[in-house]
């Protein structure tokens, strides 16, 4: 969805713009949307749709190589981000090679509950609970 796909979305009846996206804040959101794309593609990994979560990840790849264009010219703000979205592109990558290497040494459905665990455990040690 582009800037002025947005933009039209707060157009009202009268045909008058009653909220301006700006451009830093429609890439700042962009960023905030690698977060929820890293969440999408592992539960996709571990739903077996190992070639979806490939395309996401892909994605999140480009995603980033931009985002760090822009964050060390012309966004500086967006270097805050950069972390965040680092680490989700190289969370998702992890799982998709887990899936590809480690899922040929078992079946399916136990390599899927492995990786659900293993998410499972991930979150809530983020959340600071320790097994």
């Not at 905030?32 to 539960?43: N, P, S």
């Not at 790849?61 to 060390?72: K, M, N, P």
């Not at 981000?81 to 040494?105: L, P, T």
Request: charged share 20%; with cysteine.
């Amino acid at each position: 969805m582009t800037i002025q796909e947005v933009n039209r979305l707060f157009i009202n009846e009268q045909g008058e713009q009653w909220l301006h996206v700006r451009p830093q804040d429609y890439v700042m959101g962009i960023a905030d949307l690698t977060g929820e794309l890293m969440r999408h593609a592992i539960a996709t990994v571990t739903s077996g749709q190992y070639e979806k979560a490939m395309e996401i990840c892909k994605l999140l790849r480009t995603v980033s190589t931009d985002c760090e264009v822009l964050a060390g010219s012309s966004l500086p703000l967006l270097s805050k981000k950069m972390s965040a979205m680092r680490s989700s592109v190289a969370k998702v990558e992890r799982a998709c090679y887990a899936f590809q290497i480690r899922g040929s040494e078992y079946p399916k459905e136990m390599f899927q509950a492995i990786i659900r665990v293993a998410g499972v455990r991930h979150c809530l040690g983020s959340a600071g609970i320790v097994f």
